[in-house]
């Protein structure tokens, strides 16, 4: 199943321009909130009208303002998983799952009790909504999708509702549906670590637009842009005047870095607080430790460069730190972890 | 004690109350979908009849319906139907007093419902018809309801516009609140309080019956 989505929409504060082809793979759409992906999906499902496009469905036109189509939601075959799942809260979840099915309503009661089977819920088929717990809240939305029959999936932040505990049981869960599922599945989520371990490629997602498209591991490898970067977890961020040697100076952190061949676009320099390394070598910093920011397994040393303006994010292990803690210390960024970037 | 005016007030705040029930949810789910100008306009137009004077109401239903005016006299010559001075006139004046306390009610029920729950709804398929009686309806049963009684008992204790229009003829247009001003005036005390204390009992226990549905709303 392909899905192809070419769409512009004006709406307050931004423009919505989004253009993007997925083919039976899971596409993670990841951006800030407030960056348009919620909105994308509104208009893929038909629950908003794009201002100008074209979105289609394995070949199946959903959508498209010169040849004057707009299919309702209704008969677009697109799954939905809202945040909030949108059960209907005056409907069991039995009731729930038996308004999924479509068309002729004999036998429905047996496709519902297979989905309940199914989701290990039978126990729960004549509780409310209300009376479930949020990940079972999330298995009867998702087997109300199933049963539907839809050509693709859309997930719309789906564990924003959950408490971050029950969020790694249920993604495996989710992992396991989308498998199970064998189409195109577009995911959209703030949080890079689950977009990573639910998808096979991903967009970047910034004011309404697409800024970078590829596999996982090379978006997250070469995020182009800045806020990109940002995105995908690169805290250490700072902008760049490119030198006539080819080499680039960082203002924030006041050195001189080179970097093999410069991109004449780029505007800044960004390397992961992981990807900093101790000791002398290639693109050396000396620097005095400003604060150490203790996580649960690992330290966060705050390093502020002779000469710089702001300090950079350095991440080590938290026994080793205790072994060589220092006020002043000499790191290196190497250049292959050195992501250039547009601005 | 002739008990007309009761039975006359009853059918008339029933008849209204049911107009007014299947009018007051229609435009208050179609003035949620108007754009924010229009729906300013509306708004203050379908609830005007709330905050004027029911005299006020009145003389401008007369304006209209009178057997001279534009509304009364096509309805004389083509129906053959007087619009003032008879019992189901005052159903019209009531239901143009009682329209506002429907509408405001469905329209806090409807904007406090969830839309992503039609959507879901949408995008599984289920017909827009299918969604409003069998989703939205039931999600937003507990504000409609409790709207519908405390128009139902608006509609029992309306006098202003009814006795403009409709007047006060014993036996046929004599309602519970004309039949106590006129027993009043009429220095008939004993049998006003008679009526007075009917129609307490009466709004009483409409009220009671809010009171319980609102506060199965706020268990719910």
């Known amino acids: 199943m392909s899905l192809v989505v070419d769409i512009e929409k004006t709406l307050p504060g931004f423009t919505l321009k989004m253009a993007f082809a997925a083919e039976n793979e899971t596409l993670a759409l990841l951006g800030a909130s407030g960056s348009g992906k919620s909105m994308t999906l509104k208009c893929i499902a038909g629950i908003v009208t794009p201002d100008r496009g074209h979105i289609e469905v394995d070949g199946r036109v959903l959508f498209d303002s010169d040849k004057h189509i707009n299919l309702p939601p209704q008969q677009r075959r697109v799954g939905y998983l809202f945040q909030q799942y949108a059960l209907f809260p005056h409907m069991t979840a039995r009731q729930n799952l038996l308004c999924g099915v479509r068309g002729d309503k004999k036998g429905a009661g047996a496709k519902a009790d297979g989905m309940l089977a199914t989701l290990g819920l039978t126990a729960a088929a004549d509780k409310l909504p209300a009376q479930l717990s949020g990940g079972e809240q999330q298995r009867i939305a998702l087997g109300r999708i199933l049963l539907n029959g839809p050509d693709i999936l859309l997930l719309d932040e789906p564990f924003s509702a959950l408490d971050s505990h029950l969020r790694f049981a249920l993604e495996g869960e989710l992992r396991r549906t989308i498998r199970d599922f064998g189409r195109t599945v577009v995911l959209v989520s703030h949080d890079r670590d689950e977009a990573y371990r639910l998808s096979d490629t991903m967009a970047l997602v910034e004011n309404g637009h697409v800024t970078a498209r590829g596999t996982k591991e090379a978006i997250f490898a070469h995020p182009r842009t800045r806020a990109g970067a940002a995105l995908t977890g690169c805290k250490n961020l700072s902008p760049i005047t490119l030198l006539p040697d080819g080499r680039m100076l960082a203002d924030d952190w006041g050195v001189t870095l080179a970097a093999g061949d410069v991109p004449k676009a780029a505007r800044y320099v960004g390397i992961r607080m992981h990807a900093v390394q101790y000791g002398p070598g290639e693109n050396e910093i000396h620097g005095a430790v400003t604060e150490v920011v203790e996580n649960p397994f690992s330290c966060t040393v705050m390093v502020q460069p002779r000469g710089g303006k702001k300090p950079l994010g350095w991440e080590v292990d938290k026994s080793w730190w205790r072994d060589h803690r220092a006020d002043s210390v000499t790191l290196h960024l190497p250049k292959d972890a050195l992501l250039l970037l547009e601005e | ?220």
């Open chain 2, 1 to 220: 004690m002739d008990w007309f005016p009761l039975w006359n007030s009853l059918r008339i705040a029933a008849v209204s109350t049911a107009i007014v029930f299947f009018a007051g949810i229609a435009l208050a789910y179609y003035a949620a979908r108007l754009p924010r100008l229009i729906k300013g306009v509306a708004d203050v137009i379908l609830t005007l009849p709330l905050v004027l004077p029911p005299t006020v109401v009145g003389y401008l239903l007369l304006r209209l319906l009178g057997p001279r005016r534009i509304l009364g006299a096509w309805a004389l010559r083509v129906l053959g139907l007087r619009l003032t001075m008879t019992w189901w006139s005052a159903i019209i004046a009531t239901a143009v007093v009682v329209f506002p306390l429907m509408y405001r009610t469905a329209r806090g029920a409807f904007e406090s419902f969830d839309e992503t729950l039609a959507q879901a709804g949408q995008t599984l398929g289920l017909s827009n018809t299918y969604i409003f009686w069998r989703i939205r309806m039931p999600v937003c049963r507990q504000g409609i309801l409790a709207g519908t009684v405390l128009t139902f008992a608006r509609a029992l204790g309306e006098y202003g516009a009814t006795s403009m229009i409709a007047g006060y003829t014993p036996g046929r247009t004599a309602t519970v609140s004309t039949t106590v001003y006129q027993l009043w005036r009429t220095d008939n005390d004993a049998l006003a309080l008679r009526w007075v204390l009917v129609n307490v009992a009466i709004s009483a226990a409409v009220l009671l019956a809010v009171n319980l549905l609102e506060r199965r709303k706020g268990a719910a």
